[in-house]
Every structure is written in structure tokens, then in C-alpha cells.
């Protein structure tokens, strides 16, 4: 059987030492987006082999010309220097796209674990630094929140491989400054600018804790400007839109469910929580018994209850704002 990818190994200079790109790309003559591919590993392990299967998956059925990257690992080499090493790489390939017959307009990012951590960080820097635009990045089980206040309760008897504490250790040799915790190039969900970078897709576990709180952080940062703009005539048409919706969900939840999706909290739920706007809009609800029942299920859950507290702070701040 012929090979369908051409593979290569090149070494360049990284932000703290040398690194090495692996270079998989189909045998065609077409043009070809770029994808740029970070393997997991927790910041502090993993190699490139680790990447062989999925560059070469996506490599082979996008198709696209990726280059994953041997990036810094810590502690032996702190933050920054795994999102410089994928800058460089970045650089890199738009230099050598044409040669490579690759669409330097074409840019992907995607990352698995740490991985998707640094894909995410690729992103902000290419935006600020203004030299390269990427198109997409995916980000796959990513480590998004390295202050690790955004974790939820796991469901009774579940377990996990990697514990909390392997990835406080983890987070703290990548990150070993408290204010790095913050950066936005390190703690994407620290970010004020999530809207300006490129579509992003985020694909997890059924029960990843983090995700599941992804959905709360949304609405949260929604809040100041939405009280802003809600007039009057805003306000009438959204409460028509929000009982449409609302009934769609009581009936959904009439067939003695506990959650949209059966018995289990998912991240659809999360989501329908996080986007509850009837108590902000004046909407009333209190017909809808099922789906009365189905908040009160949900605002009983410590995670929950501890965004509530998040979020009136968020809405303090900006009162405070207001009447300054």
C-alpha cells in the first residue's frame, strides 16, 4: 500500500531551546489549510509520538497539512515558553506555506489536554500580535482554568484518573507565579475577550467539571451589558420570546425527568441554567411547574449555588458603576 502522508521531523529554534516539528502532509498537490497540532501531557510530559495518531487522522481525513509541535515542558521550562514554542511553530509554517502548497489563510489551531491550553493561548497571541489570523482552533478536553474555581460536583461513584491534586501540581510547574494564573495567554477563561478570537469548537467527556461550568461563566459576563441595553420595548420582546421558550422546556420536562436529557446534570443543562434571563427580564414563569421544579433542582447544587454568589457580585460592581 502506498503511503498517503509525507512525514518529517525538522528542529528549529524555540523560545528557551530547540524543538522539533513533525510535518504530515497528503500526497496532493492541492492546497492545503494548516493545522497546527499541541499533544496533551499535563504541561509537564508527553512527546511528540504522542501526537502521530491524531495529526495524522486529521492530516489525512480534512485533509490539511499539519505540523505538530514538541513544545517546553515544565517544570524544566515555565510558562511562557510552550505558547512561544507554538508561536514560532506558527511562524514557521506561514513561511514556508507556499512551498508547502499550504493556505497561510487556512490556520487552525488544536490542542488535546494542555494541549488545548496553549492551541486557546495560540489564538490570543496571533490575535494581539496582529501577524497571522487563525480561522479556527478546537480544543479537545482542554485545561482552561488554572485558578481551579470553576469546578463542579461529579456525580456520586465516578472516578477519575487524574486527580485534583496531580492537576493543581501540574498547573503550578507550568504556572509557577500566582498572577501567571490569570494571564489571559494561560487562563483563557480569565479572558475579557473571548469574542474577538476565531470560532472555536470545544469537545469533552460526558463528565468533564470544567465545561459544565463554561455555560455559567457566559451568561455572567453578559450581565452588565444586557442590564444596559434592556429598554422597555426590549424588555416586551424578550418576555414573548422567553415564554415560547420556557413552555418548550416545561414540556419537555413533563415526563417526570430530572434534567432535559434524562436523569443525569449534562452541560445541556448547565447551559439552560446559565441562560436563564425570566427573573432579569420580569418574566414570570410560575406556571410552568415543571420547569419551577427543574430551577430548584439545579439552584440546589453547591456549584450552582456558588455562581449565583458569583454572579450578584458581578451585578454589585456594575450598580456601583452605575451610580458612580
Not at 64 to 79: E, I, K, M, R
Not at 89 to 106: N, Q
Request: include cysteine.
Amino acid at each position: 500500500m502506498k503511503p498517503t502522508l509525507e512525514i518529517s521531523d525538522v528542529a528549529i529554534d524555540g523560545y528557551a531551546q530547540k524543538i522539533t516539528l513533525r510535518s504530515f502532509r497528503p500526497l496532493t498537490r492541492n492546497s492545503l489549510p494548516i493545522v497546527l497540532y499541541f499533544h496533551g501531557g499535563c504541561f509537564v510530559k508527553g512527546t511528540l509520538d504522542d501526537a502521530d495518531i491524531p495529526a495524522s487522522f486529521i492530516a489525512s481525513k480534512t485533509p490539511a497539512w499539519v505540523v505538530a509541535l514538541d513544545y517546553s515542558l515544565a517544570p524544566a521550562f515555565p510558562f511562557p515558553a510552550a505558547i512561544e514554542d507554538a508561536y514560532l511553530a506558527l511562524e514557521w509554517a506561514t513561511l514556508r506555506a507556499r512551498e508547502s502548497r499550504a493556505d497561510v489563510l487556512s490556520l487552525a489551531a488544536v490542542g488535546f489536554d494542555a494541549g488545548g491550553n496553549i492551541a486557546a493561548g495560540l489564538a490570543a497571541i496571533a490575535r494581539d500580535r496582529a501577524r497571522h489570523k487563525l480561522s479556527a482552533q478546537a480544543l479537545l478536553a482542554p485545561l482552561l482554568d488554572p485558578s481551579m474555581t470553576r469546578l463542579i460536583e461529579r456525580t456520586s461513584g465516578s472516578k477519575d484518573e487524574f486527580g485534583m491534586e496531580d492537576c493543581s501540581r501540574s498547573y503550578r510547574a507550568y504556572l509557577p507565579s500566582a498572577s501567571q494564573r490569570v494571564h489571559p495567554y494561560a487562563a483563557p477563561l480569565e479572558s475579557r475577550r473571548l469574542g474577538t478570537l476565531p470560532p472555536t469548537l470545544i469537545a469533552s467527556a460526558e463528565e468533564d467539571q470544567l465545561l459544565t461550568f463554561i455555560a455559567t461563566e457566559i451568561a455572567q459576563k453578559h450581565i452588565p451589558l444586557m442590564r444596559k441595553l434592556m429598554t422597555a420595548e426590549g424588555i416586551e420582546f424578550t418576555t414573548n420570546k422567553l415564554l415560547t421558550a420556557y413552555g418548550v422546556l416545561d414540556a419537555r420536562l413533563a415526563d417526570g425527568r430530572a434534567y432535559l436529557t434524562g436523569k443525569q446534570f449534562t452541560v445541556a443543562d448547565a447551559y439552560v441554567w446559565a441562560t436563564l434571563w425570566h427573573e432579569r427580564s420580569g418574566v414570570k414563569l410560575d406556571h410552568l411547574k415543571n420547569l419551577m421544579a427543574y430551577i430548584t433542582r439545579i439552584e440546589a447544587r453547591p456549584a450552582v449555588q456558588k455562581a449565583l454568589k458569583d454572579e450578584a457580585e458581578v451585578v454589585s460592581r456594575h450598580q456601583q458603576l452605575l451610580a458612580a
